[in-house]
T-cell receptor, first 112, second 113 residues
């Protein structure tokens, strides 16, 4: 089945130790998104790619970076995770702008 | 800045009851509105998308309405079942080239057998 896949599902890292989260899609969608969702909060958009064009939200910390080496894959890099970065990280895709977004199962990040 | 509010924050109903979840947004210049379902510890599943030019969308037991001018949407769930228990989030998309979805915090629905 076409889908959005996130790996790993759970990630434990140490304070300040770089971590990379992975997202892949079989939908061949042009747009890929990364959201951060903290407990009982609304998902918050960090950035998105339209094809290779990267778009960062104004309030996304510099500590967060992203790479999209090809249509299928997108990575979220957290350069120096702090305790406040512990959250669920959700990847989503859409065919184009303003179209239905399809979400992956998320990666829960724990920072010790 | 767009803000999305969902009321109530939590709702508990007996099985079989019809129910309505509410969503309001501050900026009526939206392109579309989506309703999502989120199970505990999981990602989001898209339920319905309503374009700004539409008044409602239906999928099975779900019906979503949109009143863009008043900044309101409702999600109606008919004949609720325990399997409907989840958090329901609404999100709005801005006009133009704005890809951003602005989410509400969600309504936690519990349907009791």
């Amino acid at each position: 089945d076409a889908m959005v896949i996130q790996n790993p599902r759970y990630q434990v890292t140490q304070f300040g130790k770089p971590v990379t989260l992975s997202c892949s899609q079989t939908l061949n969608h042009n747009v890929m998104y990364w959201y951060q969702q903290k407990s009982s909060q609304a998902p918050k958009l960090l950035f998105h790619y339209y094809d290779k064009d990267f778009n960062n939200e104004a309030d996304t910390p510099d500590n967060f970076q992203s790479r999209r080496p090809n249509t299928s894959f997108c990575f979220l890099d957290i350069r120096s995770p702090g305790l406040g970065d512990a959250a669920m990280y959700l990847c989503a895709t859409s065919r184009g702008a303003q179209e239905t977004q399809y979400f992956g199962p998320g990666t829960r990040l724990l920072v010790l | 800045k767009q803000e999305v509010t969902q009321i109530p924050a939590a709702l508990s109903v007996p099985e079989g009851e019809n129910l309505v979840l509410n969503c309001s947004f501050t900026d009526s210049a939206i392109y579309n509105l989506q309703w999502f379902r989120q199970d505990p510890g999981k990602g989001l599943t898209s339920l319905l998308l309503i374009q700004s030019s539409q008044r409602e969308q239906t999928s099975g037991r779900l019906n979503a309405s949109l009143d863009k001018s008043s900044g309101r949407s409702t999600l109606y769930i008919a004949a609720s079942q325990p399997g409907d228990s989840a958090t329901y989030l609404c999100a709005v998309s801005g006009g133009g080239s704005n890809y951003k979805l602005t989410f509400g915090k969600g309504t936690l629905l519990t349907v009791n057998p």
